[in-house]
Structure formats: structure tokens, C-alpha cells
């Protein structure tokens, strides 16, 4: 059972990261994802369902538009794949439960918001909103259900343990240095993302989110790239924390209590 759902999982998540792609591009520019129908950026030419097909259309065509014979960004591809991967890792942390669905959409929420964060470091309200709501459906139905997810306490406090440093390390910039600390983006992503972590992997998250984004930061710095005091979409190494944070809170706390102890 297990593994009919790990496979099915792959699948759809190649079908959603293509979706995904759609969500990327068009959400910033204020486009509906809706209508018009997939079409080529470059030409505006409406994709037939042989140029839609996740992965093998962009092999296949060898990396070109079939009409303008333009080049295909390669990240297409790599969103599908990710996405799918992320599927089947959240397919394996549900087990064989419904529960795979609301930390699916979990994952597929992320995605868009890290992509959507580096592009033009906004974060889409209505993306926050969608996982929420997945993450609120999780919690109440673990109620009557064994689904593994937090307590309703427990989820409301990791919302509050995710998203108050941020805000309060927010404010206090505000105050002393007249400047954001963290976009308020990246508040309400921990707010959403709280739920599913529960208090203890919430701050696990944000652990790993400032180690991995301090690290690109330093990067950037010390190649030039940004100049002291500037901005890097901090959104991806959320998102990195909170999938990390899922997986991996328990081997954290047990390897770092002993230390601090």
C-alpha cells in the first residue's frame, strides 16, 4: 500500500509541478492562472497536450518551443521534478493515511512561494491562504482521526513559535534601524507553515532556515553580489527549514540538547 502510494504521489506531483510552473509565472504579473491556456512566453503560441506532458515534452522537443523553436528554460523541468520528489517524501512521512494530501498541497504551496520569493522576493498572499487552509483541514480532521498531525495546541503554537521571531526581529529593525528586518511575507509563510510543525519543529525550522540563508548571505557578500545591509529572498530557506524540520526535528533536538545541556 505503501508504495502504490509513493508512486501515485511521484505522478501527480509531476502533474502539479507543471501546474506549479503556471502558478510561478503568471501569479506576479497578475495573470490568471485560469485562462488563457498554456501557451509559449515567447511566442504565444497555445501548447497542444504533447507539449504538456511534465518532463518528457522538454526532452523530447529538445529543450525548444515546437513553434518558435526558442529555448525552454530548463527550470520547467527541474519545478516538475521537485515537485515530485517532495510528493513522495510527503507520501512516506504520511504513510498509507489521507493526511498525504494536505502536506502534499504543503509542498506544492512552498515551491510556488520560493520560486515566486526569488523572482521578485514577494510572497502571494493567496498561496498562503491555500496552505492554511490545507494545514487547518489537517489539524481539525486529526481530531477524530489518527492523521499524525499537531494537536489543535500544538499547531497554534508552532504558528506563534514560527512566525514571532520574525515579526518581533521585524519590528525591531523597524525601530532601531528604520529598515525591515524580514519581509512580512516571510512572517505569514511561518504563520501558514506553523501548523503543520507543531512548536517544537517550528523553531527546528527556523534553525536551519537561518543557518542555510546566513551561509547564501555570507555568499553573496563576500562575492559582491549584495552590498552590506541589502536584501536576498529569505523565502527558500523557510521552505527548506520547514521540509527539513518535518523529517529530521527529532535527530536535530537529540544531537543539540546534548551539547547546550
Known amino acids: 500500500m505503501q508504495l502504490f502510494i509513493t508512486i501515485n504521489a511521484c505522478v501527480f506531483g509531476l502533474v502539479f509541478g507543471s501546474f506549479a510552473n503556471v502558478v510561478i509565472y503568471r501569479l506576479p504579473r497578475g495573470e490568471s492562472i485560469a485562462t488563457p491556456p498554456s501557451h509559449c512566453p515567447s511566442c504565444g503560441k497555445q501548447l497542444a497536450a504533447l507539449d504538456l506532458i511534465p518532463v518528457f515534452s522538454w526532452l523530447f522537443l529538445r529543450r525548444r518551443c515546437r513553434y518558435c523553436r526558442k529555448k525552454i528554460s530548463s527550470r520547467y523541468p527541474a519545478v516538475e521534478l521537485l515537485c515530485s520528489v517532495l510528493f513522495a517524501c510527503m507520501a512516506l512521512y504520511a504513510g498509507p493515511t489521507i493526511a498525504v494530501v494536505p502536506l502534499c498541497m504543503l509542498a506544492f504551496a512552498l515551491i510556488c512561494i520560493s520560486l515566486i520569493d526569488a523572482d521578485s522576493q514577494t510572497i502571494p498572499d493567496s498561496l498562503v491562504i491555500f496552505g492554511a487552509a490545507f494545514g487547518v483541514i489537517w489539524v481539525a ?18 504558528a506563534l513559535a514560527a512566525a514571532g521571531p520574525l515579526f518581533l526581529i521585524d519590528r525591531v529593525c523597524l525601530l532601531v534601524l528604520k529598515k525591515d528586518g524580514f519581509g512580512f511575507g516571510d512572517v505569514k509563510l511561518m504563520l501558514m507553515a506553523g ?4 512548536w517544537r519543529a517550528a523553531i527546528v525550522s527556523l ?18 553580489k549584495i552590498k552590506k545591509g541589502g536584501y536576498f529572498a529569505f523565502g527558500p530557506f523557510l521552505a527548506v527549514g520547514v521540509v527539513a524540520a518535518l523529517w529530521f526535528t527529532d535527530a536535530i533536538l537529540n544531537f543539540y540538547f546534548p551539547v547546550f545541556i
Open 207 to 224: 534553525f536551519i532556515a537561518v543557518i542555510a540563508g546566513g551561509l547564501f548571505g555570507g555568499a553573496l557578500l563576500a562575492t559582491g
Open 195 to 198: 501548523l503543520y510543525l507543531g
Open 141 to 158: 480532521a486529526s481530531y477524530f482521526f489518527d492523521l499524525n498531525a499537531p494537536s489543535v495546541p500544538d499547531a497554534l503554537l508552532g
